[in-house]
Nanobody, 127 residues
Framework: QVQLAESGGGLVQAGGSLRLSCAAS????????MAWFRQAPGKEREFVAT???????RYGDSVKGRFTISRDNAKNTVYLSMNSLNAEDTAVYYC?????????????????????WGQGTQVTVSS
């Protein structure tokens, strides 16, 4: 089993920045892609960003150029640096671990391919 613990969420003004962290414990998952998703009230869970063990990254269209995902495999930790935040970024942010160590890239965006999830951390952007 894998446990994920997110931290770093909070209230920020529009245009501000936050950095989220997600620490994995339990079974080692450093070989699996790790991702961030988010869910706003009344909306489906949305892909934000993912990163492979080797550092390949992909981003959702709404966050490209503003968010950066990174990971420290030695610490089993993934980060999400968020800049130029706006009200539309308000959501609960979840980190997740892909079910496979070397999945096809087409599955990196699909939340159903991620089997371990954190409890989520709230990000609220005030306009």
């Amino acid at each position: 089993q894998v446990q994920l613990a997110e931290s770093g969420g909070g209230l920020v003004q529009a245009g501000g920045s936050l950095r989220l962290s997600c620490a994995a414990s339990g079974r080692t998952v450093s070989s699996n892609p790790m991702a961030w998703f988010r869910q706003a009230p009344g909306k489906e869970r949305e892909f934000v960003a993912t990163i492979t063990w080797s550092g390949l990254t992909r981003y959702g269209d709404s966050v490209k150029g503003r968010f950066t995902i990174s990971r420290d495999n030695a610490k089993n930790t993934v980060y999400l640096s968020m800049n130029s935040l706006n009200a539309e970024d308000t959501a609960v942010y979840y980190c997740a671990v892909h079910r496979l160590a070397a999945p096809y890239s087409s599955t990196w965006y699909d939340r159903h391919e991620y089997v371990y999830w954190g409890q989520g951390t709230q990000v609220t952007v005030s306009s």
